[in-house]
């Protein structure tokens, strides 16, 4: 069976300094992969997707990156934390069928605090 | 580009009752699915239900359906016999199946809670 991991689960970091933030998939191949953000109370913020090693697409302007080095692994990074990007951060996976009806496996996110 | 539109905010059901959660849609996509998520407390995003765009028939999974009006473009989930752990953040999401992307739209989510 298929199990995605996030870690770390919580953090608390300053204002400039570095984030890293992991997602590794266990049970498939070649999955789509995907970034969210959500503020408190709020939807889900598409952040980046990957479709493939070393192929990473951003949905919004900002100062986080992403980086895919491994098949099932997904990387979410900033050089300097702002402030607004204090949330929950989400990993999830699908299978990358055109047409399919599967649905996104989220990972147990990654409640980040910027102070 | 595709959106999601849940508008109750919040919503309130007694035990053992019936709940209807609202979600429209906008796409020029003539292929896409449809999909729940419940959020609890926890954080975790659990899938529910799914709805495809050509399904004739309306989408069930035990206690939830899909009330799918493509004219209307809404995709309202019904809870059936609410139960206490019912209580959650309820997203409707949407993704286009004309790319192999897979990228979904998430509306700002129904926040529901279940009366004893």
């Known amino acids: 069976s298929q199990t995605i991991h996030q870690w770390p689960a919580t953090l608390v970091q300053p204002v400039g300094s570095p984030l890293s933030l992991e997602c590794t998939v266990e049970g498939t191949s070649n999955p789509n992969l995907y970034w969210y953000r959500q503020a408190a109370g709020r939807g889900l913020q598409l952040l980046f997707y990957?479709?493939?090693?070393?192929?990473i697409s951003s949905e919004v302007p900002q100062n986080l990156s992403a980086s895919r080095p491994q098949d099932r692994q997904f990387i979410l990074s900033s050089k300097k934390l702002l402030l607004s990007d204090s949330g929950f951060y989400l990993c999830?996976?699908?299978?990358?069928?055109?047409?399919?009806?599967?649905?996104?496996?989220f990972g147990p996110g990654t409640r980040l605090t910027v102070l | 580009a595709q959106k999601i539109t849940q508008t109750q905010p919040g919503m309130f059901v007694q035990e053992k009752e019936a709940v209807t959660l609202d979600c429209t849609y906008d796409t020029s996509d003539p292929s896409y699915g449809l999909f729940w998520y419940k959020q609890p407390s926890s954080g975790e995003m659990i899938f529910l239900i799914y709805?495809?765009?050509?399904?004739?028939q309306n989408a069930t999974e035990g206690r939830y359906s899909l009330n799918f009006q493509k004219a209307r473009k809404s995709a309202n989930l019904v809870i059936s016999a609410s139960q206490l752990g019912d209580s959650a953040m309820y997203f409707c999401?949407?993704?286009?199946?004309?790319?192999?992307?897979?990228?979904?739209?998430f509306g700002d989510g129904t926040t529901l809670t279940v009366k004893p």
């Open positions: 999401a949407m993704r286009s199946y004309n790319t192999n992307a897979g990228k979904s739209t």
């Open positions: 709805q495809g765009s050509y399904d004739q």
């Open positions: 999830a996976w699908t299978w990358g069928l055109a047409g399919s009806g599967n649905e996104q496996f």
């Open positions: 990957s479709v493939g090693i070393g192929q």
